[in-house]
């Protein structure tokens, strides 16, 4: 007890501490001054005067402290083109409940220079920035007034350079048209000080405005951040090079389950976020598109942290993005998605990524885009919800698209008997490739390359598509939804034949409809058998040859796992062929050595037969001459 005294003591005084500090930088402050352009040797005593004394186009110039005794800016309005210019740190306090402070009219402009704050407190409505209005370049902090409106144009050179930061209980009156934001930090955080008598459920409630040819947010180069908002109900948004987080701290303020939703509506320009961030934390939601809104995501992550306790979650469903209808006879929401980054994380496993809600509800997924969830969860057989995959949920196959893309997921097996007249696909999360690839059921594999960056599959009419898959999921590999086909690898000619398993029987692979067996590793979350090995043969005198297959001609032609592409249901058989026998080696008998004696008609050695023809004559002679002798 004393410890937890101790807690909250110590919490007083450093809550005091804060109070006494800012009194401190308050009241330090010069008091509040007003002037004309450059000479600031005569002053107003409220912005009103000044503008009576000012032309077209002055500039109206501010600094320091307006007490709550101050009525320098009560029901103040700048108009004539002229310009409010916060010179210094400037602080203005009030204390009464129905009073209105500054106005900003059409053709004028508020701005604070010399890197200047503006502070504004206690008004009904601080600042009325109206249509043809603008805010520029500044530092504007709005705290615990009942309102401030941004009708205008909020308009600064960078998001440094701009920043807009308010602070209340409630925001339905932050723009009466569309909210145009420019080079601009904007910051909503809600706030449970109620200055005003407000219903307890209205806490941190945003308006809903439908803005005809145009959009209801149109943000361009904007970092917007909301802290502790309301369910967040907007016909269209333009989000374009821009960082929008919006966490509702899981029923903040008005202690309601809360998303952000695209309301739609008939004659809307659809929806963009391009070439931006969008992330949504600590809500039973994340998007929630209806009725005839459509989302369109490019270059872009999404970021969807879903929360809410167990049972909540089991009652109401909970999800990443609901696509749904609006009731009655409207069209279902769709979104798609190109060369982005979703990643989905929960809380607990009763939630899931994406729930298509209704029949005429569309998602379709291309190029190099990645879908990053758990990848654990598969809980269909007690809440149709509960799984790390994209649920089609009353909706057909063809409401769910896929031509790119690495997907993240937990494989789940479709229930639903695909042969039944009135097919429920209840728990369908098999997309297909849409219809100008013939709306085929597609097969989910990991590629073996994580740096196979594009694909060419061969849809169902016989033709490739692209399919762009330059981005690897969260953990380096590569998840894609294509056609396929079966692979059937049979022993061939030889009875006595194996496989490496020892059995003999058939066995069936998948491949990439296109590709060969070796560019992926995994089909449907299962290892793909490869069954490429050499076969055993249990008869001495055959030998395996090879795989084959007969082509569309009848050709039979080898098979190669790695080289040769799948392009339809395909027969693999081994060819066999007999062990050659060894030829022996003949060997000679020896023989006598004999003398040959040269034929004389043998001209083969001319010069060993003139020599013996010479022998032959010296002989003669020599006889002759002894001859002679003898007869003398």
């Not at 502070?119 to 209005?133: S, W, Y």
């Not at 409106?149 to 440094?160: A, C």
């Not at 706030?191 to 005809?212: E, H, I, M, N, Q």
């Not at 009135?422 to 728990?427: D, F, H, K, L, V």
């Amino acid at each position: 007890m004393v410890k937890k005294l101790t807690v909250i003591v110590l919490a007083l005084i450093l809550g005091m501490g804060s109070i006494v500090s800012f009194t401190s930088r308050v009241s330090a402050m010069d008091a509040g001054k007003i002037w004309l352009n450059d000479d600031d040797t005569i002053t107003y005593a409220t912005i009103n005067d000044a503008v009576a004394a000012g032309n077209t186009g002055d500039t109206i110039r501010i600094s320091g402290l307006f007490d709550t005794t101050n009525a320098a800016f009560r029901d103040a309005v700048v108009n004539n083109g002229m310009i409010l210019e916060v010179v210094s740190d400037t602080t203005i306090l009030n204390n009464d409940d129905d009073q209105n402070g500054i106005t900003i009219a059409s053709g004028s402009h508020i701005k604070t220079v010399n890197g200047s704050t503006l502070n504004m407190q206690g008004f009904k409505k601080a600042l009325d920035l109206q249509t043809g209005a603008e805010m520029n370049d500044g530092n504007y902090v709005f705290k615990d007034n009942q309102d401030v409106t941004l009708d205008g144009n909020v308009k600064g050179t960078s998001r440094e350079s701009l920043v807009v930061d308010i602070t209340a209980y409630k925001f339905n009156k932050l723009h009466s048209e569309d909210l145009k934001l420019e080079n601009v930090t904007l910051k909503l955080t809600t706030s449970k000080v109620k200055t005003w008598d407000s219903p307890p459920d209205d806490g941190g409630d945003l308006p809903s405005r439908r803005v005809v040819n145009g959009y209801t947010w149109n943000f361009k180069n904007v970092l917007f951040v909301g802290t502790g908002l309301k369910t967040t109900d907007i016909p269209n948004i333009l989000v374009d090079n821009s960082d929008v987080l919006i966490d509702f701290l899981n029923k903040y303020a008005n202690n309601l389950p809360t998303y952000f939703c695209l309301s739609g509506g008939t004659a809307l320009i659809p929806s963009e976020i391009r070439n931006s961030t969008f992330s949504v934390r600590n809500t039973l939601f994340g998007f929630v598109v209806l009725s005839t809104s459509s989302l369109n995501i490019s270059n872009s992550k999404i970021n969807l942290n879903i929360s809410g306790d167990e049972d909540e979650v089991r009652h109401q469903g909970s999800a990443g993005i609901l696509l749904e209808n609006g009731g009655g006879n409207s069209q279902g929401g769709s979104i798609s998605i190109d060369n982005s980054e979703l990643n989905f994380t929960r809380v607990n496993e009763f939630q899931t990524p994406i729930i298509i809600g209704s029949s005429d509800s569309t998602l379709q997924i291309g190029e190099n885009t990645v879908i990053n969830t758990p990848a654990t969860n598969d809980r269909s057989e007690e809440m149709i919800y509960a799984m790390d995959n994209i649920v089609a949920v009353e909706a057909d196959s063809s409401s769910y698209v896929v031509t790119g893309g690495s997907f993240l997921v937990k494989y789940h097996k479709d229930t639903t008997d695909e042969t039944s007249t009135t097919p429920t696909n209840e728990t369908s999360t098999t997309p297909t490739n849409g219809a100008a690839n013939g709306n085929e059921k597609l097969t989910y594999f990991q590629l073996a390359d994580p740096s196979v960056t594009s694909l060419s599959p061969l849809n169902k009419n016989g033709q490739r598509y692209t399919y762009g898959v330059a981005n690897a999921s969260s953990d380096g590999n590569k998840y894609v939804w294509v056609p396929s086909e079966k692979v059937t690898f049979s022993l061939g000619d030889n009875p006595s034949a194996t496989f490496a398993d020892g059995t003999n029987t058939n066995k069936e692979t998948l491949a990439m409809r296109g590709h060969t067996i070796g560019m992926a590793v995994r089909a449907n979350d299962e290892a793909i058998p490869t069954f490429n090995t050499t076969p055993i043969s249990n008869d001495a005198s055959k030998q395996f040859k090879g795989w084959f297959y007969r082509d569309a001609s009848g050709n039979v032609l080898p098979f190669d796992p790695n080289t040769t592409d799948v392009l339809e249901t395909m027969n693999v058989f081994a060819m066999w062929e007999e062990v050659p026998q060894a030829i022996p080696t003949p060997t000679q008998p020896s023989q006598p050595a004999t003398s040959v004696t040269p034929k004389t008609s043998d001209n083969t050695n001319i010069g060993y037969q003139i020599g013996v023809l010479l022998v032959s004559l010296s002989a003669v002679v020599i006889l002759l001459k002894t001859r002679n002798l003898v007869t003398k």
